[in-house]
């Protein structure tokens, strides 16, 4: 399984932005889909996580209100719409899936796929 992660861009701050992650195909191995990112100079971060079914959904407390996580299950397609951005958003984020229990769903490492990274910057 292959995701594509998009959407990415230069914003002023208190804009907003809406990233894809389309997955090459539908399979069984995934029922959890995360965003994380990796500001500059820093550690990757968790940013979001649901399962597909829609039975769980956690956001990191940064991002808390601001963004929300989507499905279009037609298109295979996840999304992150990300509004009221702010200048401490800039990182490059990328999109994961994969087979993740509940208590994992914020560990980058419990995730098999990850899209290529899409740059988010936000000026001030």
């Known amino acids: 399984v292959q995701l594509q992660a998009s959407g990415g861009g230069l914003v002023q701050d208190g804009g907003y932005l809406k990233l894809s992650c389309a997955a090459s195909?539908?399979?069984?191995?995934?029922?959890?889909v995360a965003w994380f990112r990796h500001p500059p100079g820093k550690a990757r971060e968790f940013v979001a996580a649901?399962?597909?079914?829609?039975?769980?959904?956690y956001y990191a407390e940064a991002v808390k209100g601001r963004f929300t996580l989507s499905r279009d299950k037609a298109k295979n397609t996840d999304y992150l719409q990300m509004n009221s951005l702010k200048p401490e958003d800039t990182a490059v984020y990328y999109c994961?899936?994969?087979?993740?229990?509940?208590?994992?769903?914020?560990?980058?490492?419990?995730?098999?796929?990850w899209g290529q990274g899409t740059q988010v910057t936000v000026s001030s």
């Open positions: 994961a899936a994969g087979r993740v229990i509940l208590s994992a769903l914020r560990s980058a490492e419990a995730y098999g796929y």
């Open positions: 195909e539908r399979t069984a191995n995934i029922y959890a």
């Open positions: 649901f399962k597909r079914d829609g039975t769980n959904t």
